[in-house]
């Protein structure tokens, strides 16, 4: 994970790719002791598992280790340790994917009650861990406790986080934040269930209630914000970004329109429905993501469509393209940067072979691409317009104007936030070039799929399948 000095064709790799690339945390899925393939060493991958079926949620995956099978535990803890140290030392945080969910079996739990567990199947495993017992959530809270002190995890991904309750995930956050206040963890989860009927489902973690944990620093994935741009994840089409309507728009959006630019705006809003895509009370509760590791990744999605050559790496980048503009917190899917493949696997979790590698040949192959995602990394890291830090900033300050054709302006009032770019102009368009008006003498910084740093005068003209910014000094 951290070894220096790899390349491939002369492209970096690894560690020195994240760090060309510009990211500053990296997500990684369970890592924690899980249950399937755990008898296998760690290079044979004919049998291969992402890990979300956990045995003991406080060891460290002996897959993962150069000691697989050996009772050498200290090395496996001091590997553990060596590998978040140097993601530190490089500038990039490490959030640690937990999975308090469900257990591999009812066995996590026998030898002390068979009473921490809900009746209901709420996570489509098998069973569903009950933190509306005390018990389980001080649990759940110290073993947050244990990795964040222990191995010096910067914050966590919850798993189905939806099975819990909004107050219990409050009151982790809570917790972690004001005990070791300069740590400023990073937590958010995915606020659904298994496709469970949950009889407590007013009380839980959902995209319409996470505005009651802002105190605490907590958010979730913005799953409104994704269907809206790239329709229904495993389809062929359908969403903005695709220059179609996505039909489930969630309470408060009538049109793209409106759940897009709500989720650009960094889903501020006070919308209770569950699903409402204006639902934060702060941008940091927003994650902006296209695609994760389930479902087909964004290639094997603009593969399906139908999208080929240069149009499918300008949709390569555009998609991405609107999350690194948008408020609240960008997510990139390890590989999208250079459009990593999964042979169109949509549910990849036990795949052997070469399926879920990262295919570094790529990087050279779609150099396009990657330049694309590194400079509007840097961009935005470079400008703070693009990552305001209130909802009354964002209200106050960021303006949409639907422009006809799938298209739409956004306008930054970049001085409100400290920016060098007093103004700035986002044109998103998904449809056929649009006449941009009022942004003549303007500097244009994206046009299509490359970046123009040094930006040029007086052009008006915004290509469709593109993020196009014009901005002043």
């Known amino acids: 994970m951290v070894q220096t000095g790899t390349t491939n064709n002369g492209m970096k790799t690894g560690i020195d790719h994240l760090k060309e690339l510009g990211i500053t945390h990296v997500q990684l899925l369970p890592v924690y002791d899980y249950g399937t393939c755990s008898d296998v060493d760690s290079q044979d991958d004919s049998c291969y598992n992402w890990g979300y079926d956990p045995v003991n949620f406080n060891v460290p995956e002996d897959r993962y280790t150069s000691v697989h099978k050996s009772e050498n535990y200290r090395q496996k803890v001091k590997e553990f340790k060596t590998m978040v140290d140097e993601f530190h030392k490089n500038g990039i945080r490490v959030i640690m994917d937990v999975v308090y969910n469900h257990t591999y079996d009812k066995e996590m739990f026998k030898n002390i009650t068979g009473k921490y567990y809900t009746s209901v199947d709420l996570s489509g495993c098998g069973n569903s861990v009950d933190a509306k017992n005390a018990m389980v959530s001080r649990f759940i809270r110290d073993s947050l406790e244990y990795w964040a002190t222990e191995y010096n995890i910067d914050g966590f991904r919850f798993d189905l986080v939806g099975i819990f309750d909004v107050e219990d995930f409050r009151s982790w956050g809570k917790y972690l934040n004001e005990t070791y206040p300069d740590r400023n963890f990073l937590m958010y989860g995915e606020p659904w269930n298994g496709y469970a009927t949950d009889p407590s489902e007013g009380t839980r973690v959902r995209m319409g209630s996470i505005k009651k944990a802002v105190d605490a620093h907590v958010g979730v994935f913005n799953g409104k914000y994704r269907e809206c741009v790239k329709g229904e994840s495993d389809k062929a089409a359908g969403g903005f970004m695709f220059n179609t309507q996505h039909h489930d728009l969630g309470a408060g959006a009538n049109t793209n329109f409106d759940c ?108 396009a691409v990657f330049n694309y995602y590194r400079d509007m990394i840097a961009m935005r890291k470079a400008h703070p317009a693009f990552r305001m830090t209130t909802k009354s900033q964002i209200e106050n300050n960021v303006t949409a104007t639907w422009l006809g054709d799938n298209a739409f302006q956004y306008d930054l009032n970049g001085s409100a936030a400290g920016d060098s770019w007093s103004k700035i102009r986002v044109v998103v368009n998904s449809g056929n070039n649009v006449e941009v008006n009022g942004v003549d003498g303007w500097k244009k910084k994206v046009h299509g799929v490359t970046v123009n740093a040094d930006g040029t005068s007086g052009t008006n003209v915004a290509e469709g399948t593109a993020v196009t910014i014009w901005y002043q000094n």
């Open 260 to 367: 897009v630019t709500a989720g650009m705006k960094g889903a501020i809003g006070d919308n209770d429905n569950p699903w409402t895509p204006f639902f934060a009370a702060d941008p940091e509760q927003s994650i902006n993501y296209l695609t994760a590791h389930d479902n087909l990744n964004l290639t094997d999605k603009i593969t399906k469509y139908g999208a080929t050559g240069e149009y499918a790496s300008r949709l390569q980048a555009y998609g991405n393209g609107l999350m690194l503009v948008s408020q609240g917190i960008p997510f990139i899917h390890s590989g999208e940067e250079f459009a990593r493949t999964k042979n169109m696997n949509e549910n990849s979790y036990n795949t052997p072979g070469d399926v879920n590698n990262v295919k570094w040949g790529l990087k050279k192959t779609n150099a």
